[in-house]
């Protein structure tokens, strides 16, 4: 047997939901862009001219602003089930990750409701810790995400799991 980890019983990635895909953010931003540049275009035709300075420094901060809300406000979440061990990965756009660890034989998988401060998620609890993910995904997702993690969680408890065939 070769060193280092088993193959995953189940692995799933989880993407918050975007209002932009990247087509959208570079629509947006050629947008702005050209309203710009029409905007500079006619203070320079008026004799204005230190006014295009501004308006170039303007557009570029919303364009800046407006990328790096997109990237850093990016959640990923890699849950993954091998033989020993459910783990999962938080990544916060550009920011450093978060891991946990969970013993899948005593995991306990929920769905929880949408509350006042936003989208529910999927609780995973075991000997006291609580963790929640998928609170970016859709009602649909999620429910989809849980039975298929809940039917990984099945097999990997099931008597025959551990034999070859």
Same mark, same amino acid.
């Not at 035709?45 to 303007?58: D, Q, R, S, T």
């Given at each position: 047997m070769a060193l280092g980890r088993e193959q995953p019983v189940f692995a799933a990635t989880l993407v918050t939901q975007r209002s932009l895909d990247q087509r959208g953010l570079t629509a947006v931003a050629v947008v702005l862009i050209a309203a710009g540049a029409a905007v500079g275009g006619l203070f320079l035709?008026? =004799?204005?001219?230190? /006014?295009?300075?501004?308006? &170039?420094?303007?557009v570029g901060l919303a364009v800046a602003l407006l990328l790096g809300h997109h990237w850093l406000a990016r959640v990923v979440e890699e849950v993954t089930l091998d033989g020993k061990v459910l783990r999962v990965r938080r990544r916060h756009g550009l920011m450093a990750e978060e891991a946990w660890e969970f013993p899948p034989g005593?995991?306990? /998988?929920?769905?929880? %409701? %949408? =509350? %006042?401060?936003?989208?529910?998620?999927?609780?995973? *609890? *075991?000997? &006291? +810790? +609580?963790?929640? /993910?998928? *609170?970016?995904?859709?009602?649909?997702?999620? @429910?989809?995400? /849980?039975?298929?993690?809940? @039917?990984?969680? +099945? +097999?990997?408890r099931s008597p025959e799991f551990g034999t070859v065939s």
């Open positions: 035709a008026m =004799g204005a001219w230190p /006014v295009v300075g501004f308006v &170039g420094l303007e005593w995991l306990r /998988v929920t769905v929880a %409701p %949408p =509350g %006042p401060r936003g989208a529910g998620g999927v609780v995973l *609890s *075991s000997h &006291g +810790r +609580r963790l929640v /993910v998928g *609170s970016g995904l859709t009602e649909d997702e999620r @429910e989809h995400f /849980v039975s298929a993690l809940r @039917e990984a969680l +099945r +097999r990997w």
